[in-house]
């Protein structure tokens, strides 16, 4: 398998596959060794994960520079991505013990009612290539916290990533059976669902979320499904300072070249605002500098998978021969690497393919509305529920538009948002089950109940 920097076109490691063969073999390891991890104590293993989390600080130029040349985010994004990771995990260990330990439900004379929080055993983490840190994080540090042993398999266009934090969390204290990385792209992928773990964790797009869902399904095992978005955002029209609004929520549609799933990825904008939000907003994405992701001051670097080109150039001639209007960018430079010149479209009406379908871009659509009720009917027009966001001065009226929205996260006057404390959920075609907060945490366990009499 080649690994390509997106951002030269360079091969820049040749790297095995793992074969049917090999991944059982790596499983057969897992299965020995998990009982062994799960029966040191939490505080032993939250120890040990402190402890990558520092290595990950110690390390952070190179392994920043390793993610930059694989996935073509710059620089300072990838060091971003990395404390993010960091913050991530702190939260997890303050709150492990809290949540992964027994709990006495019930305590009288002669009875005692107990949940004991027990691991799912082997689990299997397939994952997407945008925040490699970030998503894989999500998923392995609580699986390893509460005594899973993990088959990490990342995305071919990460893996020299996945291949860095394996190294790091044997180096930490994680026994060298405990964690496994699957080496490959869609059949390695496709090879691990034939297997058998107890229990599947995925973060991708929705047609391969719904193709592994289906095949894990007789497993009777958990799956869970970290997915796409088409996120909307609505500009209200008592926003203050709408050229602020306009800066913020340009960040949240193009941060790491439009490559989050939870990227601004339709915008509404009240009549009253439209035509400031629109001067402030292209004015704004005008003044990034792009170019080389390992250049200081780059904004927009190359994105990750050259197919991708051909989606966003189809969006824009699909929305173009609709009747919407180019403001600026539109199309791939000439050159070396795969990049895109930022793009903002008008006048676009939400049957238009940028509207509707996941950009995972650096393009999108901004459409005029008359009030509330236009925009949420807009904002609700959506096959995916991962986040949704409003802009108004009034907090009331955000929360009453936001519980009409089928969507996991809401936002208030920010975007493009994570937070450890709070569950990273998807609804429908955004996925199934949660990450983070004390949800995730208990995501990787199996409760029982203890009815203790004596
Ligand atoms: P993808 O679905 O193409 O690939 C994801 C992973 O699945 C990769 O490791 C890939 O090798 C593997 N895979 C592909 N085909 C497979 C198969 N048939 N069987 C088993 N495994 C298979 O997604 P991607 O391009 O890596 O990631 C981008 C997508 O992920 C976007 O839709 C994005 O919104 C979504 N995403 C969601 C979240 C979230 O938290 N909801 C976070 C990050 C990314």
């Given amino acids: 398998m080649q690994i390509i920097n997106p951002a030269t076109e360079e091969v820049i490691r040749t790297l095995h596959e793992d074969t049917p063969l090999t991944l059982q073999t790596k499983l057969d390891a897992l299965k020995k060794a998990q009982p062994l991890w799960a029966g040191k104590s939490l505080a032993e293993r939250i120890l040990v994960i402190a402890r990558f989390s520092d290595l990950l600080a110690e390390d952070m130029e190179e392994l920043a520079s390793v993610l930059t040349s694989e996935v073509g985010k710059p620089l300072q994004q990838s060091r971003n991505e990395i404390n993010g990771a960091r913050a991530r995990i702190k939260w997890m260990l303050d709150h492990a013990e809290k949540y992964l330990s027994d709990e006495v439900m019930v305590d009288e004379p002669g009875l005692k009612e107990i949940i004991r929080y027990e691991p799912l055993g082997v689990v299997c983490n397939i994952s997407a290539w945008n925040y490699p840190y970030l998503v894989g994080v999500n998923v392995f540090i609580p699986a390893l916290l509460s005594g899973n042993a993990v088959m990490y398999k990342p995305s071919e266009y990460a893996t020299l990533t996945g291949l860095q934090i394996e190294k790091l969390l044997k180096q930490a204290g994680v026994p060298e059976q405990v964690f496994q990385v699957a080496v490959g792209a869609k059949k390695t992928g496709a090879a691990l669902l034939e297997m058998d773990f107890n229990g599947y964790f995925f973060t991708g797009s929705y047609q391969t979320g719904k193709y592994i869902?289906?095949?894990?399904?007789?497993?009777?095992?958990?799956c869970q499904l970290e997915l796409g978005g088409k996120d909307p955002l609505y500009i209200a029209e008592d926003v203050a300072?709408?050229?602020?609004?306009?800066?913020?929520?340009?960040?949240?549609?193009?941060?790491?070249?439009?490559?989050?799933?939870?990227?601004?990825?339709?915008?509404?904008?009240?009549?009253?605002?439209?035509?400031?939000?629109?001067?402030?907003?292209?004015?704004?994405?005008?003044?990034?500098?792009?170019?080389?992701?390992?250049?200081?001051?780059?904004?927009?670097?190359?994105?990750?998978?050259?197919?991708?080109?051909?989606?966003?150039?189809?969006?824009?001639?699909?929305?173009?021969n609709k009747g919407a209007k180019l403001l600026t960018g539109g199309k791939a430079p000439q050159g070396k690497?795969?990049?895109?010149?930022?793009?903002v479209l008008t006048e676009v009406t939400n049957d238009m393919l940028v509207m509707q379908e996941e950009s995972f871009g650096p393009i999108i659509g901004i459409m005029k509305v008359k009030d509330d009720n236009e925009a949420l009917k807009m904002m609700q027009d959506t096959d995916y529920g991962l986040t949704a966001a409003i802009y108004t001065a009034d907090q009331s009226r955000a929360e009453k538009i936001l519980a009409q929205l089928d969507a996991g996260s809401g936002y208030w006057n920010c975007c493009d948002r994570v937070s450890a404390a709070l569950p990273w959920s998807g609804r429908k075609y955004s996925g199934i089950g949660a990450t983070l907060s004390h949800q995730g945490l208990r995501a990787f366990t199996k409760p029982k109940g203890y009815h203790l009499r004596g």
Avoid at 213 to 222: C, G, I, L, R, T
């Fill in 213 to 222: 869902y289906e095949k894990v399904a007789p497993k009777m095992v958990p």
């Fill in 241 to 320: 300072d709408v050229a602020a609004a306009a800066i913020g929520t340009a960040d949240g549609a193009f941060y790491n070249n439009g490559q989050s799933c939870c990227s601004v990825e339709r915008i509404y904008v009240h009549e009253k605002n439209y035509e400031a939000y629109l001067s402030a907003f292209v004015d704004e994405v005008k003044s990034w500098k792009s170019g080389l992701p390992t250049t200081d001051g780059v904004y927009i670097g190359a994105l990750t998978r050259k197919a991708q080109i051909a989606i966003l150039e189809n969006q824009i001639k699909d929305a173009l």
């Fill in 337 to 343: 690497g795969y990049y895109f010149e930022p793009t």
